[in-house]
């Protein structure tokens, strides 16, 4: 009985089967590189030596150079520095590493410097890429641009520093305006408290609508004097910025010399006028003069009072010289400092 012989595989099907599996693995290849690309995300592959076999897109823009495949080697960043700003030899970076032990490091935080000098914080996970035996043929890193989120957590805790600053700053403020009241009554010191305080509150709201930066000293004034700005009092002078602990201090300053007025000087009585006015010489010099006219002769007092103590705790602040001239027309006070201090 004869053999059967055994069927021969058709060639030219074996052929298009090969064809068609290559194809499909080329539209799948393109279609991973296309997806890699399209990534946000620096994305870039090294081989067991280190060498550079592939990069997306988004690794020309973090890195701002083109990087070369073959050459470059451990890392697409020009420059490699700790989250500490201390320099790593791009042969002792995280993926160095991983390639050595074959164990990925995820969330490793690294900076790094473009060829323009800039600097970028990043977010590093590298992982090996291991064969069938585990032995490893090389890594694929991502890197995450974090610079925006670490100058926001930066900016945070300036921000919480600064705060705590002005908190105590202003509460030792208030200290000392409790400390330097006096009064005969409950009643008395009640209301001398209570205006002191309206009066700093009304220099913090100022700060506080500013974001706590500078504001101008006219608006200052005008908040502190109230309804006898424009009125009975004559403000002039050109805008002058003022930091937030000297807002505190100069408004504290002028609420003492309009209220002052109100109880002995010119604002006592409608016919009362006062003129505000200050200028910067060209040394940087400012000179703010307070000027009373047409209201009850003044005299200097015999003691010192409250308020007069309250005007040169302010003065010290702003580390200013004050003078007062008790004239028969009514009060002249000048106040001299540095502009630039202010």
């Known amino acids: 009985m004869a053999s059967e012989v055994p069927e021969i595989p058709n060639d030219s099907a074996n052929v298009e089967i090969l064809h068609a599996a290559v194809e499909a693995f080329q539209r799948r290849e393109v279609t991973y590189r296309d997806m890699l690309e399209d990534l946000p ?10 060498r550079l076999t592939y990069f997306n897109k988004a690794c020309i823009e973090l890195s701002g150079r083109m990087p070369e495949l073959g050459d470059d080697r451990w890392c697409v960043m020009w420059k490699l520095f700790t989250a500490e700003g201390v320099a790593v030899p791009h042969e002792n970076c995280t993926m160095a590493h991983v390639v050595a032990d074959g164990i990925a490091q995820h969330g490793a935080e690294a900076i790094a410097e473009r060829p323009d000098g800039s600097r970028v914080h990043l977010m590093a996970y590298p992982t090996p890429m291991l064969d069938s035996a585990g032995e490893c043929l090389g890594a694929v890193n991502m890197l995450v641009d974090i610079t925006e989120q670490k100058q926001a957590h930066e900016r945070m805790l300036l921000l919480a520093r600064e705060v705590d600053h002005r908190s105590n700053n202003l509460l030792s403020l208030v200290q000392s305006l409790v400390h330097l009241t006096k009064a005969d009554s409950v009643e008395d010191y009640r209301t001398a408290i209570e205006q002191r305080l309206t009066a700093l509150a009304g220099a913090n709201r100022l700060i506080s609508k500013a974001r706590w930066e500078n ?3 006219r608006s200052l004034v005008e908040i502190e004097l109230g309804p006898y700005a424009d009125r009975q009092v004559t403000i002039r002078g050109k805008a002058i910025s003022l930091s937030p602990p000297s807002a505190q201090y100069l408004g504290m300053l002028v609420h003492e010399l309009c209220t002052n007025a109100v109880k002995y000087g010119a604002l006592s009585v409608e016919e009362g006028r006062v003129q505000l006015k200050w200028s910067v010489d060209d040394n940087g010099s400012l000179m ?8 009850p002769r003044v005299v200097e007092p015999v003691r010192k009072n409250t308020g007069s103590a309250v005007i040169e705790g302010a003065v010290r602040h702003l580390k200013a010289e004050i003078f007062r001239e008790w004239r028969e027309e009514g009060l002249r006070c000048t106040l001299l400092c540095n502009a630039s201090a202010l």
Do not use: F, K, S
């Open 288 to 295: 703010l003069v307070w000027n009373e006219e047409g209201g």
């Open 215 to 217: 504001v101008d000293l």
């Open 41 to 50: 995300a620096a994305i870039y592959t090294i081989d067991a030596e280190g």
